[in-house]
């Protein structure tokens, strides 16, 4: 695992404080979902659309891509923001190059066990910071938290970290997920208060 690398300085990049407009900061990390957690052991990982090697990761096998662990901050759509979480996971750019990314690739699609969808632009991905976790700090990422694999998205609001992943697909043209279908930021940038459409 080696060193934890820490990015809650990437605020820098977005605003002038390290906590967005809007939000307040929380020592606790409340549970929020579509419809509650649902049961799930350790789901294949599978990786499909716009790529030159689709793949379908068991836990294990996905587990076993080169991995980190990092510092981050978590900023919720609904006004909170918890600093300084430690996950551990898998880097997007990791991903990537390990299924290989075609050039009309422009967006994705992650999916959910409980049949919740988010998306991203293709550069809002390809980012260290954005990462495919199993750990939090420390220990096996709980299931209310998304476990065994979610995503995190340290410059976005935490909506577009998909909690229980079982899919992530790369699209030719944008696609629009659970909530961004209901009126929310397809951007969601918290710096901008981008929390709606």
């Known amino acids: ?46 990786v499909w659309g716009a790529v030159d090697d689709p793949t379908t990761f068991s836990f294990d ?14 900023h919720c759509v609904t006004g909170w923001s918890k600093f300084d979480c430690e996950f551990t996971g898998v880097t997007f750019p990791t991903l990537a190059e390990a299924v290989g990314v075609d050039d009309d690739a422009v967006h994705v699609m992650f999916h959910a066990a409980d049949g919740y969808t988010t998306d991203l632009p293709l550069e809002a991905c390809m980012r260290r910071e954005t990462m495919l976790v199993w750990g939090f ?34 699209l030719t043209e944008p696609e629009r997920g659970y909530w961004e279908q209901r009126g929310y930021s397809v951007t969601a940038d918290p710096w901008e208060e981008e929390r709606y459409a």
């Open 1 to 46: 695992m080696g060193d934890i690398v820490d990015v809650t300085d990437l605020y820098r990049e977005f605003g002038e404080e390290r906590l967005p407009p809007g939000q307040r900061e929380t020592s606790a990390f409340p549970v929020l979902s579509k419809s509650g957690t649902p049961s799930v052991s350790e789901p294949d990982v599978e």
């Open 61 to 74: 096998e996905f587990r076993d891509l080169p991995s980190e662990t990092q510092r981050q901050d978590f």
């Open 137 to 170: 700090d420390g220990e096996t990422l709980p299931a209310d938290h998304g476990g065994p694999v979610r995503v995190v998205t340290p410059h976005r609001y935490a909506y577009k970290g998909a909690k229980w992943v079982t899919g992530v697909e790369f």
